[in-house]
Protein backbone atom coordinates (compact mmCIF):
# COMPACT_ATOMS: atom_id res chain seq x y z
CA UNK A 1 0.00 0.00 0.00
CA UNK A 2 0.97 3.66 -0.23
CA UNK A 3 3.59 4.62 2.53
CA UNK A 4 4.11 8.44 3.95
CA UNK A 5 4.49 10.77 1.19
CA UNK A 6 6.25 14.06 1.50
CA UNK A 7 6.58 16.99 -1.04
CA UNK A 8 8.54 18.29 -1.99
CA UNK A 9 11.43 16.16 -2.08
CA UNK A 10 13.94 18.88 -2.64
CA UNK A 11 13.50 22.60 -1.51
CA UNK A 12 15.77 25.27 -2.16
CA UNK A 13 15.21 29.03 -1.18
CA UNK A 14 16.36 32.37 -0.34
CA UNK A 15 17.21 33.14 3.27
CA UNK A 16 14.30 35.07 4.82
CA UNK A 17 11.64 33.12 3.08
CA UNK A 18 8.63 31.58 4.37
CA UNK A 19 8.57 27.73 3.02
CA UNK A 20 6.05 25.18 3.76
CA UNK A 21 6.60 21.13 3.66
CA UNK A 22 3.69 18.75 3.50
CA UNK A 23 3.04 15.17 5.20
CA UNK A 24 0.66 13.10 3.57
CA UNK A 25 0.50 9.91 6.24
CA UNK A 26 -0.90 6.03 5.80
CA UNK A 27 -4.43 6.02 5.23
CA UNK A 28 -6.01 5.68 8.43
CA UNK A 29 -3.21 6.29 10.46
CA UNK A 30 -4.08 8.61 13.90
CA UNK A 31 -0.33 10.30 14.71
CA UNK A 32 1.49 12.10 12.60
CA UNK A 33 5.21 13.44 13.72
CA UNK A 34 7.87 15.74 11.80
CA UNK A 35 11.60 15.23 12.70
CA UNK A 36 14.39 17.28 11.53
CA UNK A 37 17.40 15.07 10.55
CA UNK A 38 20.58 17.62 10.41
CA UNK A 39 23.84 15.94 8.37
CA UNK A 40 25.44 13.43 10.09
CA UNK A 41 22.89 13.44 12.84
CA UNK A 42 19.83 11.31 14.04
CA UNK A 43 16.36 12.96 13.53
CA UNK A 44 15.17 15.14 16.39
CA UNK A 45 11.67 15.51 17.22
CA UNK A 46 9.60 18.87 16.59
CA UNK A 47 6.05 18.06 16.80
CA UNK A 48 3.36 15.19 17.80
CA UNK A 49 -0.57 15.51 16.25
CA UNK A 50 -3.16 13.00 17.62
CA UNK A 51 -6.00 13.34 15.37
CA UNK A 52 -6.27 17.32 14.17
CA UNK A 53 -4.84 18.57 17.42
CA UNK A 54 -0.54 18.93 18.46
CA UNK A 55 -0.35 17.11 21.14
CA UNK A 56 3.42 17.93 21.83
CA UNK A 57 5.07 20.54 20.00
CA UNK A 58 7.97 20.55 22.76
CA UNK A 59 10.72 20.03 19.84
CA UNK A 60 9.74 23.42 17.98
CA UNK A 61 12.95 25.41 18.21
CA UNK A 62 11.55 28.68 18.13
CA UNK A 63 8.19 30.65 17.22
CA UNK A 64 9.20 30.39 13.42
CA UNK A 65 8.45 27.12 13.22
CA UNK A 66 4.84 26.04 13.13
CA UNK A 67 2.55 23.52 11.82
CA UNK A 68 -1.13 22.09 11.15
CA UNK A 69 -3.40 19.37 10.25
CA UNK A 70 -6.83 20.51 9.77
CA UNK A 71 -8.58 17.40 9.16
CA UNK A 72 -6.53 15.00 10.89
CA UNK A 73 -4.67 13.98 7.71
CA UNK A 74 -2.53 15.83 5.75
CA UNK A 75 0.19 17.79 7.70
CA UNK A 76 2.07 21.38 6.42
CA UNK A 77 5.06 22.38 8.79
CA UNK A 78 5.55 25.85 7.88
CA UNK A 79 9.04 27.86 8.44
CA UNK A 80 9.10 31.83 8.68
CA UNK A 81 12.03 33.87 8.37
CA UNK A 82 13.71 30.76 7.21
CA UNK A 83 17.61 31.11 8.31
CA UNK A 84 20.23 29.19 6.79
CA UNK A 85 20.65 26.84 10.44
CA UNK A 86 17.37 26.03 8.79
CA UNK A 87 18.72 23.93 6.43
CA UNK A 88 18.56 19.98 7.11
CA UNK A 89 16.11 17.17 5.99
CA UNK A 90 12.44 17.53 7.52
CA UNK A 91 11.19 14.07 8.29
CA UNK A 92 7.37 13.14 8.39
CA UNK A 93 6.18 10.05 10.28
CA UNK A 94 2.81 8.42 11.31
CA UNK A 95 1.37 5.52 12.94
CA UNK A 96 -1.66 3.48 13.76
CA UNK A 97 -2.05 5.23 16.85
CA UNK A 98 0.55 6.79 19.96
CA UNK A 99 1.97 3.25 20.97
CA UNK A 100 2.79 1.85 17.51
CA UNK A 101 5.83 2.22 15.58
CA UNK A 102 6.28 4.75 13.54
CA UNK A 103 6.88 4.30 9.49
CA UNK A 104 8.62 7.11 8.06
CA UNK A 105 8.16 9.14 4.95
CA UNK A 106 11.80 9.99 2.50
CA UNK A 107 11.69 13.40 3.84
CA UNK A 108 12.23 16.98 2.32
CA UNK A 109 15.66 18.53 1.66
CA UNK A 110 15.52 21.97 2.62
CA UNK A 111 18.18 24.32 1.53
CA UNK A 112 18.29 28.03 2.53
CA UNK A 113 20.60 30.00 0.62
CA UNK B 1 14.62 11.76 30.85
CA UNK B 2 15.80 9.62 27.94
CA UNK B 3 18.75 9.39 25.94
CA UNK B 4 19.76 6.45 23.35
CA UNK B 5 23.82 6.11 22.82
CA UNK B 6 25.44 4.28 19.79
CA UNK B 7 28.60 3.67 20.97
CA UNK B 8 30.00 3.26 17.20
CA UNK B 9 29.86 6.01 14.81
CA UNK B 10 31.09 3.54 11.93
CA UNK B 11 31.34 -0.22 11.93
CA UNK B 12 33.14 -2.06 8.93
CA UNK B 13 32.41 -5.58 7.96
CA UNK B 14 33.39 -8.15 5.53
CA UNK B 15 30.69 -10.01 3.85
CA UNK B 16 29.48 -13.09 5.13
CA UNK B 17 30.83 -12.11 8.87
CA UNK B 18 28.59 -10.89 11.95
CA UNK B 19 27.78 -7.69 12.15
CA UNK B 20 26.92 -5.97 15.81
CA UNK B 21 25.73 -2.54 16.21
CA UNK B 22 25.31 -1.25 20.46
CA UNK B 23 23.29 0.56 21.56
CA UNK B 24 22.69 1.83 25.23
CA UNK B 25 19.71 3.38 26.33
CA UNK B 26 18.75 5.94 29.71
CA UNK B 27 15.51 5.46 31.34
CA UNK B 28 13.95 5.19 34.87
CA UNK B 29 11.93 2.15 33.75
CA UNK B 30 11.85 -0.19 30.53
CA UNK B 31 11.22 1.87 27.56
CA UNK B 32 10.10 0.95 24.22
CA UNK B 33 13.21 0.17 21.76
CA UNK B 34 13.35 0.33 18.26
CA UNK B 35 16.23 -0.20 15.34
CA UNK B 36 15.57 1.75 12.33
CA UNK B 37 17.85 1.96 8.97
CA UNK B 38 17.86 4.37 6.52
CA UNK B 39 19.91 3.82 3.04
CA UNK B 40 21.26 6.79 1.28
CA UNK B 41 18.45 9.60 0.06
CA UNK B 42 15.89 7.33 2.08
CA UNK B 43 12.99 7.31 4.84
CA UNK B 44 13.78 5.40 7.73
CA UNK B 45 12.61 1.60 7.54
CA UNK B 46 12.10 -0.27 10.97
CA UNK B 47 13.95 -3.42 11.74
CA UNK B 48 12.55 -4.50 14.20
CA UNK B 49 11.06 -3.52 17.98
CA UNK B 50 11.23 -4.20 21.59
CA UNK B 51 7.92 -3.95 24.08
CA UNK B 52 8.65 -6.23 27.01
CA UNK B 53 7.13 -9.21 25.08
CA UNK B 54 10.09 -11.26 24.68
CA UNK B 55 13.86 -10.32 25.09
CA UNK B 56 15.29 -11.39 22.11
CA UNK B 57 13.04 -9.42 18.91
CA UNK B 58 13.98 -10.96 15.15
CA UNK B 59 13.13 -8.08 12.76
CA UNK B 60 13.49 -8.52 8.91
CA UNK B 61 16.61 -8.97 7.00
CA UNK B 62 17.83 -11.79 9.44
CA UNK B 63 18.73 -8.83 12.42
CA UNK B 64 17.88 -9.41 15.82
CA UNK B 65 18.26 -8.02 19.02
CA UNK B 66 18.64 -8.52 22.46
CA UNK B 67 17.37 -5.99 25.75
CA UNK B 68 19.14 -6.46 28.58
CA UNK B 69 17.98 -4.77 31.26
CA UNK B 70 20.76 -5.23 33.58
CA UNK B 71 23.12 -3.63 30.97
CA UNK B 72 20.67 -1.29 29.72
CA UNK B 73 21.56 -2.24 26.18
CA UNK B 74 19.61 -3.16 22.95
CA UNK B 75 22.01 -4.44 20.56
CA UNK B 76 21.68 -5.21 17.04
CA UNK B 77 23.09 -8.59 15.64
CA UNK B 78 22.86 -10.38 12.09
CA UNK B 79 24.78 -13.41 11.62
CA UNK B 80 26.30 -12.50 7.96
CA UNK B 81 26.30 -9.55 6.38
CA UNK B 82 25.39 -8.73 2.65
CA UNK B 83 26.32 -5.75 0.70
CA UNK B 84 22.72 -5.04 0.28
CA UNK B 85 23.48 -4.77 4.91
CA UNK B 86 25.08 -0.99 3.69
CA UNK B 87 23.56 1.74 5.54
CA UNK B 88 22.97 4.01 8.46
CA UNK B 89 21.35 2.50 11.46
CA UNK B 90 19.29 4.02 14.18
CA UNK B 91 18.78 3.00 17.73
CA UNK B 92 15.53 4.48 19.05
CA UNK B 93 13.61 4.58 22.51
CA UNK B 94 10.14 5.84 23.18
CA UNK B 95 9.66 7.59 26.35
CA UNK B 96 6.69 8.04 28.64
CA UNK B 97 5.14 10.60 26.34
CA UNK B 98 5.26 9.65 22.35
CA UNK B 99 8.92 11.60 21.78
CA UNK B 100 11.07 9.33 20.15
CA UNK B 101 14.53 9.79 20.85
CA UNK B 102 17.29 8.67 18.16
CA UNK B 103 20.84 7.86 18.53
CA UNK B 104 23.33 9.34 16.56
CA UNK B 105 23.27 6.56 14.09
CA UNK B 106 25.70 4.10 13.17
CA UNK B 107 27.44 3.88 9.76
CA UNK B 108 27.45 0.17 8.73
CA UNK B 109 30.16 -0.83 5.21
CA UNK B 110 30.10 -3.92 4.48
CA UNK B 111 33.52 -5.22 2.64
CA UNK B 112 33.27 -7.11 -0.49
Known sequence: GAGVSQTPSNKVTEKGKYVELRCDPI?????LYWYRQSLGQGPEFLIYFQGTGAADDSGLPNDRFFAVRPEGSVSTLKIQRTERGDSAVYLCA???GAQQPQHFGDGTRLSIL | AQSVTQLDSHV????GTPVLLRCNYS???SPSLF???QHPNKGLQLLLKYTSAATLVKGINGFEAEFKKSETSFHLT???AHMSDAAEYFCVARGGG???YFGT????TVIP
Open chain 2, 35 to 37: WYV
Open chain 2, 78 to 80: KPS
Open chain 2, 27 to 29: SSY
Open chain 1, 94 to 96: SSL
Open chain 1, 27 to 31: SGHTA
Open chain 2, 105 to 108: GTSL
Open chain 2, 98 to 100: NQF
Open chain 2, 12 to 15: SVSE
